[in-house]
């Protein structure tokens, strides 16, 4: 028995594919003669400042392996040959950047010609869609997170909650990954990218498909690389201020004079707006956000170097109450060997306090939940070549979150301030002062991969790739609902309370095959999931007994073709089988205790299912790409998805005993849409990106829980496929960025134009579905038949260089928002209306109805000042 239970962990020690998603890329092409264009044999290619390079084969051909994502200078000599140094080349991680040469002959010894790479609009050997961003693109463009960069992308929609959503998929079905280690709260599924713009060296998201090494996702992935350190030391400071402009929510009686419903006896309101700066957890007293990066050689190791990454930040939101508290520090320490060998070490910390905006709780916010959450990352990873075409990592990690739902970090301070049970009615509406949110969770998730995979370049032509990966988890999850102080002292009510440790795994075989006239990206992927836990044998009787939970496994796989039919033309193709395990609440919310006795004494509730089938998807594209002009592409791309045993849940009931809801493997769906990208690379000081996505989702249910709340508020079923709740027909994203560049002259007024930059992004999409309802609250059409109005939304980043030389200082202006247009978020059912007016006389109905969450931000101006050395 001890010998099976030490083999089973034996894929974990061997596990850790996602070290291949650390950040790598391949440089390749063929140095030849300029006059006759025969093949140059032995031409040193060199990545300048490095140990990495190769030499021409007999065919001219050349290739360098393992290269990390970044900006090089490559330099390519042979004797008898006038050398070239070509600057600003960029390296993408899992791509191919195609370099050639040709290099005139000289009987004299002449210095190299220099020339700086022009990077094609788009890419034409890529095989299914996905989108490249450095992080000097991301520092141009008006985005303060890393999440908000990825809803400009094409195949990407936002749903009422602000959730991502990739070519109309739910909101979980994103694969993140940080550094090669897969980031996530197992529980929940969710990734909140606790990353800090200023870290990131490059973020890709890959829609609709993506290649074996990935998996555990039906949607897209999300890869992001961080920083490492330079060859000389950086050091970078940002401060930006909390919005300038005040919001028109954060005041009493904001809709109009007496409006609001809870005054004192001398007749003004009793809303009081909060602000972040009184929260206990304050490292610093001034709201704004701060950062602080520095990197560059770590003296005296040779060939080593380090990058550091910081933020705080203290935001109040726009809303009647809310803040956002964030304490962020992200690292990676590298060191090369001779030979090409390297060791990489990178984690993260942070921490973070939010509280959301509840209407109820307008006027006491002071007794509404909170949000503390803890994530902590590392990871170490070793790269070891064997020869110049061939080379192993090996990955180990580990992943720790803290996610507490509460209203006072510790018990005590429940205890102190006297809490009691919330005695809400409807008449009132609003919370008051003897209310009390009776939210509290805790939970806490561990989780450790370790792995080894290996790439090989057979000839020319075929990149190998192969490895295997898994996680070990440990969750831990304490829900109580109903809180009271028990007799002694200690939270009670009803508890959902559970602890256990599922393990996933997987292996993938890939091979990339690279022709003149074509490029396949060809693997299989096998998966394999086990809760590792005991429920009841027929989910829907819990009276049939206990026994194991079943494993589950299976082989997916992935074909991408891109056919370029001309220099400047490609169609590509891909298709592929995406296995995906559900949250590990689906499968164990309110089942700690399987003693049906105690399931039959409970009200209705969702329960969760130990015996959960992995979710699936079947995905196909075609497209066709080209590049117009050196400066200027475009892409067209056609997309189906099949997706079939989503989590959904269904009333069960037996007998007069037992009624809950079970979550099951009911809900399907399906999607088709059209994507157009067109790209203007940087030139003459600006650039352009723009993206139309059309798509249509329809399913039998838009979320998880959906059906638990049709029975509980006695609502009929659907009977046939609808829009689904976060479908948005038409999505249009643009992006401009502009540059002034240096001063053309000494005078003041080419000064003042100089060193300027301009970021800007445009959105517009179609509203979200919604069901129409009469005033009496009868159904008028079908499910989601109805839709909001449209939204839209331009920002801006603007910065002026003050000073350049050694010491660079800017200033800075970010405006969200920028023509203050209301986009509505919820809308009443029966006017399609985020507010209306009630009858004269009711002002609990007139301040209730008139909640500024419905809608989303209004213009925030925010400025502030950057320095470089």
Do not use: C
Not at 67 to 89: A, F, K, N
Not at 543 to 571: N, Y
């Amino acid at each position: 028995m001890m010998r099976i239970r030490y083999l089973a962990f034996v894929p974990f020690l061997l596990a850790g594919a996602a070290a291949l998603h650390a950040g790598e890329g391949k440089i390749a092409g063929r140095v030849t003669e300029a006059s006759s264009g025969e093949a140059l044999v032995s031409a040193n290619v060199i990545l300048d400042g490095t140990s990495r390079g190769a030499a021409s084969d007999l065919n001219g051909d050349y290739f360098i392996l393992n290269v990390p994502v970044g900006t090089y200078t490559v330099v390519v000599s042979q004797v008898g040959y006038t050398g070239r140094r070509v600057t600003g080349v960029e390296v993408a991680s899992e791509r191919t950047t195609r370099l050639d040469f040709a290099l005139e002959p000289t009987v004299l010894e002449m210095a190299e010609v220099s020339v700086t790479w022009q990077k094609p609009p788009v890419d034409l050997q890529v095989t299914s869609s996905s989108e490249v961003r450095r992080g000097e693109t991301l520092e141009q463009l008006p985005v303060q997170t890393v999440a908000r960069s990825l809803e400009i992308v094409a195949g990407a929609a936002t749903g009422s909650g602000g959730e991502l959503h990739l070519r109309g998929g739910r909101s979980g079905e994103i694969g993140y990954y940080v550094d090669g280690q897969r980031i996530e709260d197992p529980i929940t599924g969710e990734s909140r990218l606790f990353i800090n713009r200023e870290a990131v060296e490059e973020i890709s998201l890959m829609s609709g498909t993506f290649n074996a090494e990935y998996g555990d996702a039906m949607s897209g992935i999300v890869q992001i690389v961080t920083r490492e350190g330079g060859d000389r030391l950086r050091v970078e400071a940002e401060y930006l201020s909390p919005v300038v402009n005040s919001s028109p929510y954060r005041r009493a009686d904001w809709v109009r004079p007496g409006s609001d419903a809870v005054r004192n006896e001398a007749g003004q309101s009793l809303y009081q707006p909060t602000t972040v700066l009184d929260e206990s957890a304050n490292l610093a007293p001034t709201p704004g956000r701060f950062s602080l990066s520095l990197g560059g050689p770590l003296r005296p190791l040779p060939r080593s170097s380090f990058f550091l990454s910081s933020v705080l930040n203290n935001e109040d939101s726009h809303l009647p109450f809310g803040f956002d508290q964030e304490r962020g520090l992200n690292g990676k320490w590298t060191l090369a060997q001779a030979g090409g060998a390297k060791l990489t070490l990178s984690g993260g910390y942070y921490w973070e306090n939010y509280q959301n905006y509840s209407h109820a709780w307008k006027y006491v916010p002071e007794h509404y939940h909170r949000h503390f959450l803890r994530d902590q990352r590392l990871d170490a990873r070793w790269t070891q070549p064997l020869g110049r075409e061939a080379f192993l990592n090996f990955f180990a990690g580990y992943h720790r979150t803290r996610h507490d739902v509460k209203i006072f970090e510790e018990w005590a301070d429940y205890v102190a301030a006297g809490y009691q049970k919330a005695d809400f009615t409807f008449a009132q509406w609003f919370y008051d002062e003897n209310d009390w949110s009776d939210t509290w969770q805790e939970s806490r998730t561990e989780t450790w991969s370790a792995g080894a995979n290996g790439s090989y370049q057979y000839g020319h032509h075929h990149l190998l790739k192969g490895g295997v990966e898994g996680r070990l988890m440990d969750i831990n999850m304490r829900d109580i609902r109903e809180l009271e102080i028990g007799p002694d002292g200690q939270p009670a009510g009803l508890i959902d309370a559970y602890r256990e440790s599922p393990v996933e795994a997987a292996a993938y075989l890939q091979d990339k095959i690279e022709l003149p006239y074509l490029v396949v990206n060809a693997g299989l992927r096998w998966d394999y999931a086990d809760p590792r836990s005991t429920g009841w044998t027929n989910p829907e009787n819990p009276d049939s007994g206990l026994s194991s939970t079943p494993r589950h496994q299976q082989l997916s796989p992935r074909l991408g073709l891109a056919h370029p039919i001309s220099e400047k033309l490609s169609l590509y193709f891909a298709y592929g089988h995406f296995f995906q395990y559900p949250d590990y609440v689906t499968l164990f919310m309110n089942t700690a205790d399987l003693n049906p006795d105690t399931l039959s004494q409970r009200s209705f509730d969702a329960v969760g299912n130990r015996g959960l089938n992995p979710q699936r998807t079947v995905a196909y594209e075609v497209g066709l790409k080209g590049n117009l002009s050196e400066n200027l592409g475009f892409t067209v791309t056609a997309f189906y998805k099949d997706i079939t045993d989503l989590v959904g849940t269904k009333q069960v009931r037996v007998g007069t005993k037992y009624s809950y809801a079970l979550f099951r493997n009911i809900d399907y769906a399906s999607v088709r849409g059209v994507t157009l990208g067109l790209t203007r690379t940087l030139a003459e000081g600006w650039s352009v990106e723009g993206n139309y996505t059309y798509s249509v989702a329809k399913g039998n249910s838009s979320e998880p829980l959906q059906g638990f709340w049709n029975a509980y508020y006695q609502m009929p079923e659907a009977v046939q496929e609808y829009y689904l709740d976060f479908d948005r027909r038409h999505v249009l994203n643009a992006i401009v960025t502009w540059q002034s560049g240096a001063a053309a002259g000494p005078g003041f007024l080419d000064r003042l134009k100089s060193g300027i930059n301009l970021g800007a992004t445009a959105s517009w999409a179609s509203g979200l579905p919604y069901t129409p309802y009469t005033g009496a609250g009868e159904q008028l059409a079908l499910n989601n038949s109805a839709r909001m109005d449209p939204t839209a939304t331009v920002d801006l980043r603007l910065s002026k260089r003050l000073t350049s030389g050694p010491v660079s200082a800017s200033l800075l202006a970010y405006v969200e928002n920028l023509f203050n247009l209301t986009n509505d978020l919820v809308v009443n059912t029966s006017t399609g209306e985020p507010w209306e007016d009630p009858l004269e006389g009711n002002a609990v109905a007139y301040d209730q109805i008139h909640d500024p969450s419905r809608v989303d931000l209004p213009r925030t101006v925010r400025v502030g000042l950057g320095v470089e050395f």
